[in-house]
């Protein structure tokens, strides 16, 4: 034995795939985009919901 | 990474590997724009076709005004929603099958998936997922009548007119022209649950007014048609033979957008405007039909093209006045 410890080789880093600061900015903006419509589709499920069963949405057995 | 990277940023290896699909221009031209990567929310608005969509909303309202019956502002809301998005869906499904020919034809060749701002991939995935999505909500939200003529309307366009007739055909706009006609009477279907004969001829009136509209605009864009293969009139047949087809048609088209007036279902003032603004377009239509060469030539198709917006316009503005003015004085 020598002494001299034999360093394993190590993998090269992943640094997986890196985006541009414009795609940064575009991937922001479609994520809040995506947001809103989603945001916009339960609100007018909700009041599509109200206005179709009227009174009859609290008519349901406890 | 470096393949990953460029499966974001590069052109869309789907659209290119289905032949036909994507191919040429197309291709070259998501290569020159591949640097930017990753779409804008923008660029799918406009893969929706907006001012097509506009003018989708504006004859579907005019359909929902009109229907018999009286439907909660909400679902009348929904109804249009539906429609305008089941409009936009076919649009980017139209943009996803024809990139190839928008990227060598002038006024195209800046839509989104040509420019290589959107893939075809992402093009047929955000069109599948609108048309679908449109349909059902129609559907299961407002009425199953109207969910189903939303569904047929996005079948015609896309798979009757984008994929068959247009590339086939020299009457491609005449029978691709219902897909654009379908609107009002998919909204007086969401409003009333039925189809009468008012709907069915505003069906009519945009249906015969489809081949002059597109044929003016096609006069003095022959070249770019030619160029990319599509068999649009003045190139299978001839100019001289497309003038003669846009005068007959706006000859039947004029009596035709009369005939609500004089069959009582709209009135007077719809019957002025439908015969005024008429006779202009028979003017006009006239105009093309005897200018032939140069410039004038040009001057003429473009002012019919023009005008004829405008005469769509104003019929269904007339008819949406009434019904409102009306509606207020009962």
Known sequence: MSGEKKEKPRPPQEDGVVLTPEQLKRQRARSIAIASVLGFLALLFYVVTIVKLGPNVLNRPL | ?330
């Open chain 2, 1 to 330: 990474m470096s393949d990953e990277r460029a499966s974001l940023t590069g052109p869309d290896p789907y659209a290119m590997a289905s032949g036909g699909v994507m191919a040429g221009g197309a291709a070259s031209a998501g290569v020159a724009a591949a640097g930017e990567g990753l779409a804008a929310p923008r660029d799918y608005f406009e893969l929706l076709k907006p001012r097509v969509m506009s003018l989708v909303i504006f004859t579907a309202l005019v359909g929902l005004v009109r229907a018999p019956g009286d439907v909660h502002p909400v679902i009348a809301f929904t109804a249009l929603l539906c429609i305008a998005v089941g409009a936009g869906a076919s649009g980017a499904l139209n943009m996803w099958w024809d990139a190839d020919i928008d990227a060598v034809m002038t006024r195209t060749r800046g839509r989104p998936v040509p420019s290589g701002r959107v893939t075809g991939h992402e093009a047929l995935a955000f069109g599948l997922t609108l048309s679908a999505f449109s349909v059902v909500v129609l559907g299961l939200l407002v009425n199953a009548l109207a969910g189903a003529l939303l569904a047929f309307t996005i079948f015609f366009y896309v798979v009757i007119y984008t994929m068959w007739l247009k590339r086939s055909t020299s009457q491609n706009i005449v029978i691709g022209g219902a897909a654009g006609a379908f609107p009002p009477l998919v909204a007086w279907a969401a409003a009333s649950g039925t189809v009468s004969l008012e709907p069915v001829l505003l069906f009519a009136i945009i249906f015969f007014w489809t081949p002059p509209h597109f044929w003016a605009l096609a006069l003095y864009r022959a070249d770019d048609y030619a160029r990319a293969g599509v068999p649009m009139l003045p190139v299978t047949a001839g100019p001289d033979e497309t003038r003669l087809q846009i005068l007959l048609y706006t000859l039947f088209l004029v009596p035709l957008a009369a005939s609500p007036a004089f069959l009582g279902y709209a009135g007077l003032a719809y019957g002025a405007v439908s015969v005024l603004a008429g006779a202009w377009m028979i003017v006009l239509a006239v105009r093309v039909f005897r200018v032939r060469q140069g410039e004038a030539a040009v001057k003429a198709a473009k002012g019919l093209f023009g005008f004829s917006i405008v005469y769509l316009f104003a019929l269904f503005a007339t008819l949406l006045g009434e019904a409102v003015i009306g509606g207020l004085l009962r």
